[in-house]
């Protein structure tokens, strides 16, 4: 009994000293795709068919709204820290709907460009078109992930996985959070001033 209980604390142990770096290692490895694909686009600028325009107005909302639900998770997992378990709750829960509305102004700001005549694929679309809603379909997918991630913190916190001295799962999930809504500011500050 106590071989098992000192083999299970060596294991969460190994667990914890992993996880954090295996995240950093695929963020980085994130890093590197988005910023071939910005390099991809920065170099295609150079043809004759590129056309400029400016971004869609939804996407300003998207920024910021996927700003405020970092603040709103970096609020919530420091009432947890400090064991307001509702209040957490009650942000995380705000974060998972900010990030839905992010999305769905996402959405609407793909169908806004193609109010203007400015399409993804087919005879009317441009290059850079393509660029920017390929690669903002692209982060869309990273922070859909994300979404995951919040649902199974939200479920975590509804089981009291999470306690002040014991907060990992609830660390990965903002941490990778924080990391899609950096890398949204990254896009749209480069999409908004490399044109």
């Not at 992993?18 to 988005?34: D, N």
């Not at 169908?111 to 009317?124: D, E, M, R």
């Not at 903002?136 to 991630?149: K, Q, R």
């Amino acid at each position: 009994m106590i071989e098992e209980q000192a083999l299970r604390q060596e294991y969460v142990v190994a667990k914890k000293k992993s996880a954090k770096p295996m995240l950093w290692v695929s963020m980085i490895s994130m890093v590197m795709f988005f910023a071939g694909l910005t390099s991809a686009y920065v170099i295609s600028m150079k043809r004759d068919d590129w056309v400029a325009f400016d971004l869609p107005q939804a996407f300003y909302t998207s920024t910021f709204l996927i700003v405020a639900s970092s603040i709103t998770l970096f609020l919530s997992q420091r009432f947890l820290k400090q064991a307001k378990r509702q209040l957490s709750l009650l942000l995380v829960v705000t974060t998972l709907v900010l990030g839905l509305a992010f999305v769905w102004q996402q959405y609407v700001g793909f169908n806004q460009l193609k109010s203007i005549g400015l399409y993804f694929t087919g005879p009317n679309s441009t290059v850079s078109t393509s660029f920017i809603i390929g690669i903002t379909f692209l982060h869309v997918l990273h922070l859909l992930a994300g979404i995951v991630v919040l649902f199974v913190v939200i479920y975590n916190h509804f089981k009291y996985k999470y306690k002040p001295d014991n907060l990992l799962g609830f660390e990965l999930g903002a941490i990778f959070w924080h990391f899609v809504d950096i890398l949204w500011i990254y896009l749209f500050f480069f999409f908004s001033f490399i044109k």
